[in-house]
């Protein structure tokens, strides 16, 4: 591991949840932070949020643009892109699908549903704008486990960086209790910080959900798992669930599946909603 890229790790263990904005002034100090991000993401070791670089239509899509308009099961914004992105030879940025009275959160929806029925290719890359960068559970578990410097090194840690990867270790050790004292422990969840002391109304979970998508620069496609580490508890897994479901049939708020698996951890991934058929519900759309 490069010096630079071990100070970006360290720096990292030193934000809530290890997890920060990739602008954050911590990273300033620190010169080709976009492309130590994405050499760490690519060995596993950290994450970041993306967005859609550029689309291909493929020929599920291209099929459609050959049936009748009044027969493609797509509605009029959709088949609006869609046709967009046929006109193309190759690969399409989603600026340059301009369609009028399209909003780009709309039109970035409409692609990744594309996306998932097989009709188009999608290429995302890091965010250009609000990207968050944070630490998975593999590159938590090299930091603790399995990393040695290199002997002749000598990479000028600063205290404040050695305080952060000391305290990190200090979390990992399991807690020293009274053998003869029985202590309750109460049952872990996806968050330690409960945001709400009572349990919330549908519409103030609906505006929990677009307060996270506007912090996280998720772009109205929110993971569940943010809205369970503010919520469970006072909620229960069931009662999100039931609540999530409201909304959906309340067509206040529609709940996609994940495709990319391998970008997100286990928790992470446990935290949506499976289903009998197909794959788990893992992101949150506003309507």
């Given at each position: 591991?490069?010096?630079?890229?071990?100070?970006?790790?360290?720096?990292?263990?030193?934000?809530?949840?290890?997890?920060?904005?990739?602008?954050?002034?911590?990273?300033?100090?620190?010169?080709?932070?976009?492309?130590?991000?994405?050499?760490?993401?690519?060995?596993?070791?950290?994450?970041?949020?993306?967005?859609?670089?550029?689309?291909?239509?493929?020929?599920?899509?291209?099929?459609?643009?050959?049936?009748?308009?009044?027969?493609?099961?797509?509605?009029?914004?959709?088949?609006?892109?869609?046709?967009?992105?046929?006109?193309?030879?190759?690969?399409?940025?989603?600026?340059?699908?301009?369609?009028?009275?399209?909003?780009?959160?709309?039109?970035?929806?409409?692609?990744?549903?594309?996306?998932?029925?097989?009709?188009?290719?999608?290429?995302?890359?890091?965010?250009?704008?609000?990207?968050?960068?944070?630490?998975?559970?593999?590159?938590?578990?090299?930091?603790?486990?399995?990393?040695?410097?290199?002997?002749?090194?000598?990479?000028?840690?600063?205290?404040?960086?050695?305080?952060?990867?000391?305290?990190?270790?200090?979390?990992?050790?399991?807690?020293?209790?009274?053998?003869?004292?029985?202590?309750?422990?109460?049952?872990?969840?996806?968050?330690?910080?409960?945001?709400?002391?009572?349990?919330?109304?549908?519409?103030?979970?609906?505006?929990?959900?677009?307060?996270?998508?506007?912090?996280?620069?998720?772009?109205?496609?929110?993971?569940?798992?943010?809205?369970?580490?503010?919520?469970?508890?006072?909620?229960?897994?069931?009662?999100l669930d039931q609540a999530l479901y409201r909304l959906q049939r309340e067509n206040?708020?529609?709940?996609?599946?994940?495709?990319?698996a391998m970008h997100y951890t286990s928790e992470q991934l446990q935290a949506g909603?499976?289903?009998?058929?197909?794959?788990?519900?893992?992101?949150?759309?506003?309507?």
């Open positions: 591991m490069e010096t630079k890229e071990l100070k970006f790790l360290l720096k990292l263990l030193g934000c809530p949840n290890y997890r920060s904005p990739l602008s954050a002034k911590l990273f300033n100090s620190i010169k080709g932070k976009n492309k130590i991000v994405r050499d760490l993401e690519a060995r596993g070791w950290v994450d970041f949020s993306r967005e859609i670089a550029s689309v291909t239509i493929l020929p599920p899509g291209r099929a459609l643009l050959n049936v009748e308009p009044d027969q493609v099961p797509l509605s009029p914004s959709e088949l609006r892109v869609l046709n967009s992105i046929g006109k193309a030879s190759g690969k399409v940025k989603p600026s340059k699908i301009d369609i009028k009275s399209l909003k780009s959160a709309e039109r970035d929806a409409i692609l990744q549903r594309f996306d998932e029925r097989g009709f188009i290719e999608v290429e995302k890359q890091l965010k250009r704008q609000k990207a968050e960068v944070w630490m998975t559970q593999r590159g938590l578990d090299q930091l603790r486990e399995d990393y040695i410097p290199k002997k002749g090194t000598n990479p000028v840690i600063s205290l404040e960086l050695l305080g952060n990867y000391l305290e990190f270790l200090r979390k990992s050790l399991p807690s020293q209790v009274n053998p003869s004292v029985t202590v309750t422990q109460p049952q872990p969840s996806l968050s330690s910080e409960p945001v709400l002391a009572q349990k919330p109304t549908d519409t103030e979970i609906l505006q929990l959900i677009q307060q996270l998508d506007k912090e996280l620069g998720t772009d109205n496609y929110l993971p569940i798992f943010h809205l369970r580490q503010k919520l469970q508890p006072p909620l229960s897994r069931d009662d206040k708020i529609e709940l996609s599946s994940l495709v990319e909603i499976p289903q009998e058929i197909g794959g788990s519900l893992f992101f949150i759309i506003v309507n």
